[in-house]
């Protein structure tokens, strides 16, 4: 079946370093993926997605682009703030039957030392 | 504001008692579903419903009892709690921008 694989944290930068969190996937179809980010005590927000091969999505200084060759849809932010310490998810969601499923990673802690 | 409204936020029950999640969404979407976060373990889905009155099993569904009866509301029901269903519990609904979640519920079994 399908599956989402995410590096394990936790992820541990000093302010204004540059994050790479690594997402890999397997799936029989063509899925839309995603970046979902839960900051402390808080449900999980869509961070960023992307519906299609070689598509780049981006939000608040986060990318991710879709790689189909590669299965991958790493997320990269140039330039990390304490405000980014969050725990991370990277998620695909494919049609199945008459409905969406998405399907989550295990989640990456990060931490942002000031 | 319009969003995913989950209650309780805190909840503990004793081994055997029964509850239900409350969730409800105002943004008329068909799909709704309910998660459980474990430590480690990401978020695995307990069941989902694609519309008023249908509902279907996810990746972990035993111990849990759901029912759609408007768009609006999707209930999660423990019949009978176990110390294994200590967990985070979210609801989630899908409209065109992607799921939107509510922000959890608590659940410690004892």
């Known amino acids: 079946g399908d599956s989402v694989t995410q590096m394990e944290g936790p992820v541990t930068l000093s302010e204004e370093a540059f994050l790479t969190i690594n997402c890999t996937y397997t799936a029989t179809g063509y899925p839309s993926l995603f970046w979902y980010v839960q900051y402390p005590g808080e449900g999980l927000q869509l961070l960023l997605k992307a519906t299609k091969a070689d598509d780049k999505g981006s939000n608040k200084g986060f990318e991710a682009t879709y790689r189909k060759e590669t299965t991958s849809f790493h997320l990269e932010k140039g330039s990390v703030q304490v405000s980014d310490s969050a725990v991370y998810f990277c998620?695909?969601?494919?049609?199945?039957?008459?409905?969406?499923?998405?399907?989550f990673g295990s989640g990456t802690r990060l931490s942002i030392r000031p | 504001n319009a969003g995913v409204t989950q209650t309780p936020k805190f909840q503990v029950l004793k081994t055997g008692q029964s509850m239900t999640l409350q969730c409800a969404q105002d943004m008329n979407h068909e799909y709704m579903s309910w998660y459980r976060q474990d430590p480690g373990m990401g978020l695995r889905l307990i069941h989902y419903s694609v519309g008023a009155g249908i509902t279907d099993q996810g990746e972990v569904p035993n111990g849990y009892n759901v029912s759609r009866s408007t768009t609006e509301d999707f209930p999660l029901r423990l019949l009978s709690a176990a110390p294994s269903q200590t967990s985070v519990y979210f609801c989630a609904s899908m409209g065109g921008y992607g799921y939107t979640f509510g922000s959890g519920t608590r659940l410690t079994v004892v």
């Open positions: 998620a695909l969601s494919e049609m199945y039957s008459s409905a969406s499923k998405i399907i």
